[in-house]
């Protein structure tokens, strides 16, 4: 059963500050709350399942599917051919791509009966491995990929803005871990990215309040946070030390960068590998096509809903100067300045929803679409702070990376590499 622990306030909350003047001025652009304000019964029943006080680990319950006839099983656990697939004809034909073809480049799923998200109808299902395997075939890794499709198979009938499993491999979680009742539990602090195999960064006002004893872990190749059915298992990584921008200002969020050295380097694979660094010589506008990814809430309401999904956000990047325009518009006012460690994105209104990362994505990569290579993604930015969530024409804040690079460079340095961690097993 998976176990990654949600705390209760996540972002609004990180900074535990005291309430009055700009500390809570600050709390509301961050997205706080009362932290004493009941959960909604949605909330809820997510966080239980994460905490595992939800039963999950019962006998396993077989559907049946086709009259009886067939199983339902996780999709990586049928081989293509014995895919009971009834909805191949529901989908429109475009560019005079035959019905065949299309299904030769996009091979894909529809659910049939089976109701667990995930699984597919199947005449005959593929054997559980429950031990670790060696990989397959031997990955090799590249910065900045994107697996657009998917690994493995693409999977249609998504929710909006939800990401095919590892389609962003550089995602990371980051969880402090406390020892509860003599067992070690894992709560949500923020998200992150993995920039080298043993490097994970992430935002400063997620780590900056801890204890320097404070125990952290990063999960990478997360996906789903409920369930394990995918293809490739996650890895844990202990971090074994933490440091910050030394220009951090924790009440302006100024400079607000953070860099987790692992105990163990990480093994790259198709689920798992590093986002560029990008080049500081080239202009912000350069950046245009950008996405931002996260398990966070989607809006700041008490009706918000954490995602159990990784969920991907395609986003427009906002020159500085038309961002603090914009800003000037909301209760921050015409003096507002903004710093020019800060850059923006988002806020634009595609079919009548406002793009934006919301509480909880705190630390999270914005990855763009490198000029000099476009067919990989650099980080230009860190998941900051904003004016609420999802506000038309208001764009979100991100820490800037590309004027870090020399200090996230000579910070690398410093931190020698450690040896890499076991390879990770593929479940199928």
């Known amino acids: 059963m998976k176990r990654l622990l949600l705390l209760a306030a996540l972002l609004g909350c ?11 001025f600050l709390e509301s652009l961050l997205g706080g709350g009362d932290p004493a304000a009941p959960i909604s019964e949605t909330d809820q029943s997510f966080v239980d399942s994460l905490l595992g006080t939800i039963d999950n680990v019962g006998p396993v319950e077989v559907t049946r599917c086709e009259r009886g006839e067939f199983t339902c099983t996780p999709y990586f656990r049928c081989a293509e051919a014995n895919i009971v697939a009834d909805g191949l004809g529901q989908f429109d034909v475009r560019f005079g791509i035959t019905k065949e073809t299309f299904e030769a480049d996009h091979p894909f799923i529809t659910h049939s009966e089976c109701t667990r998200y995930g699984d597919v109808c199947c005449t005959d299902p593929l054997p559980e491995i429950t031990g670790p395997t060696e990989p397959i075939v031997k990955y090799q890794p590249e910065c900045g990929r994107r697996n657009g499709d998917g690994i493995e198979v693409r999977i249609t009938g ?12 550089y995602m990371a979680a980051v969880l402090r871990v406390e020892d509860i009742g003599g067992e070690q539990r894992n709560f949500f602090e923020c998200a992150g990215s993995l920039i080298a195999p043993h490097v994970v960064m992430t935002a400063a006002h997620c780590v900056h309040h801890l204890d320097a004893k404070a125990k952290l872990r990063v999960r990478l190749g997360e996906w789903d946070t409920q369930k394990e059915t995918e293809p490739l298992l996650h890895v844990d990584i202990d971090v074994a030390s933490r440091v910050s921008h030394p220009e951090f200002e924790p009440k302006s969020l100024r400079d607000d960068v953070a ?11 198709p689920h798992i590998d590093t986002l560029c660094l990008p080049d500081p010589t080239l202009p912000m ?20 809903q954490f995602q159990t999904i990784l969920k991907l956000i395609e986003l427009k990047h906002v020159p500085n100067d038309k961002c603090q325009q914009k800003l000037r518009l909301t209760r921050l006012r015409k003096y507002f300045r903004l710093d020019r460690s800060f850059t923006c994105a988002g806020g634009e209104v595609v079919a009548g929803k406002v793009k934006d990362a919301c ?35 208001v764009p979100g804040v991100y820490a800037g990376v590309p ?26």
């Open 14 to 24: 990180a900074l535990a500050m005291p309430q009055g003047g700009e500390d809570a």
């Open 158 to 169: 998504f929710e909006a803005d939800q990401s095919q499993f590892g389609e962003l491999p």
């Open 259 to 269: 860099l987790l050295f692992l105990k163990e380097s990480a093994t790259l694979a």
């Open 285 to 304: 506008n350069s950046y245009t096509n950008c996405t931002v990814g996260g398990w966070g809430k989607d809006n700041f309401n008490v009706t918000g």
């Open 359 to 393: 509480t909880g994505d705190g630390g999270a990569p914005l990855a763009c679409r490198d000029p000099n290579n476009p067919s990989r993604y650099v980080q230009v930015g860190i998941v900051s702070w904003g004016i609420g969530c999802a506000t038309a024409n």
């Open 403 to 428: 004027q870090q690079v020399g200090w996230i460079d000579q910070q690398i340095r410093a931190h020698p590499a450690p040896p890499p961690s076991p390879p990770t097993a593929i479940l199928k």
